[in-house]
C-alpha cells in the first residue's frame, strides 16, 4: 500500500496522514494531515529530493526563511520533517482550495470582489517583499482560499521555494505548459526581483475581472513573444462595464520595464481600492 516516501517516524507519531489529497503542483504532493492531540486539520506539503537536483542546502536556507514568515495573507510554514527521500513541511489548512478554481466556477469577479482579493494579495506580496522574498510563480494556482465562505481570506502560497526549485529556464517548462502569469524580464532572462510579482498581480487582476488571461499565443513561443510585446487589450465585449480606475490599476502594473512599476506599498494606495471600499459602503 506504501508507494510514496517513507514517512518521519516522529511525524507519524504527532501527526494522522488522510488520504485526502488537497493538490498536485509542480514539485510537491499536498495532503490533509491531523494533529493527534487535538484533532485539527493542517496541510503537509511533501517534497521529493529528486526533483531538488542536488540542491538541498539552498533549501534549507530557504525554509529557514520560510518558517519567519507570518502573515494573514500567507500560507504559514509551522513544521518540518525530513527523511532521506523528502522533505516535509507543515502549513496552515487552506480548506477553500485555489483562486484558480473558484475563477473557473465562476467565470469572472465582480469589480469589488475583484478588489478585495487584489488587496489581500498584494498585502501579502507587501509583506514578503519586506522580507526580500520574491515569489516569482504568483498566479491563481497559488492563491488559495482560508475556507469556503463567499469572503474567505486569500493566502499565497509556494512562496520562496520557486527560487530553489527552479532555475532559469526551469520556470517557464515546469509551469505547467501555460506560464501566462510570468513577467517578461523573466522570460528574457534579464530580471526576477521583486517586480516579476507585480507584474503577475496585474495579469492575475486582469484574468478575475475578465476571465481570461490578457496575453495569448497558439503555442509557447507565440505567447511568449506577445508577454514580451507587453501588448493587451481590453475587449468591449468583456470590459465595457469595468471601470476606467479598475484599467488603469492594471495599466500601472502591466508596464514594460520592471523598476517603472509600483511597489506592493504603492500599488495599495491606487485610488481604484478605494473607489471599491467606497462603493461597498454605499451598496448593501
Ligand atoms: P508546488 O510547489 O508543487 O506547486 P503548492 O504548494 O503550490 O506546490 O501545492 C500544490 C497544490 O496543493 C496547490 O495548488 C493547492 O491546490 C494545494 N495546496 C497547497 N498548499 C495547501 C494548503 N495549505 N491548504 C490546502 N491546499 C493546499
Ligand atoms: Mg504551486
Known amino acids: 500500500r506504501e508507494r510514496g516516501p517513507r514517512m518521519h517516524p516522529d511525524m507519524l507519531e504527532l501527526y494522522e496522514v488522510t488520504d485526502h489529497v488537497l493538490g ?6 499536498v495532503k490533509e494531515i491531523k494533529l493527534k492531540s487535538t484533532g485539527k486539520s493542517y496541510a503537509l506539503k511533501i517534497i521529493l529530493k529528486k526533483s531538488l537536483q542536488g540542491k538541498g542546502t539552498m533549501l534549507n536556507t530557504e525554509i529557514s526563511i520560510l518558517s519567519k ?33 473558484q475563477l473557473l466556477k465562476k467565470g469572472s469577479y465582480t469589480e469589488g470582489d475583484a478588489a478585495r ?7 501579502g506580496v507587501e509583506y514578503l517583499h519586506e522580507m526580500d522574498i520574491v515569489h516569482r510563480d ?20 509556494d512562496f520562496g521555494l520557486s527560487k530553489v526549485l527552479t532555475s532559469g529556464n526551469d520556470v517557464l517548462m515546469t509551469a505547467c505548459g501555460t506560464p501566462g502569469y510570468v513577467a517578461p524580464e ?24 475578465c476571465g481570461y488571461t490578457p496575453f495569448w499565443g497558439e503555442d509557447q513561443a507565440s505567447l ?12 468591449e465585449e468583456y470590459w465595457k462595464d469595468i471601470s476606467g480606475l479598475a484599467k488603469a490599476f492594471i495599466d500601472s502594473l502591466l508596464v514594460r520595464p520592471a523598476e517603472k512599476r509600483p511597489t506592493a506599498t504603492q500599488a495599495l494606495n491606487h485610488p481604484w481600492f478605494r473607489a471599491m471600499l467606497e462603493q461597498d459602503m454605499v451598496t448593501p
Request: with cysteine.
Open 117 to 123: 482579493l487584489v488587496r489581500e494579495m498584494l498585502l
Open 138 to 157: 504568483l498566479k491563481p494556482e497559488n492563491l488559495l482560499f482560508m475556507d469556503k465562505t463567499d469572503n474567505a481570506r486569500l493566502m499565497i502560497t
Open 224 to 235: 511568449f513573444e506577445c508577454i514580451i510585446s507587453g501588448e493587451y487589450e481590453y475587449e
Open 69 to 101: 514568515v507570518r502573515h494573514p495573507n500567507c500560507v504559514s510554514l509551522l513544521e518540518l520533517f525530513e527523511t532521506e527521500d523528502a522533505v516535509y513541511l507543515v502549513t496552515d489548512l487552506a480548506e477553500g482550495g485555489e483562486l484558480f478554481d
Open 24 to 29: 498536485v503542483g509542480t514539485f510537491a504532493t
Open 186 to 209: 523573466v522570460l528574457e532572462q534579464i530580471g526576477h526581483g521583486k517586480p516579476v510579482d507585480i507584474w503577475s498581480v496585474g495579469v492575475i487582476a486582469y484574468t478575475l475581472l
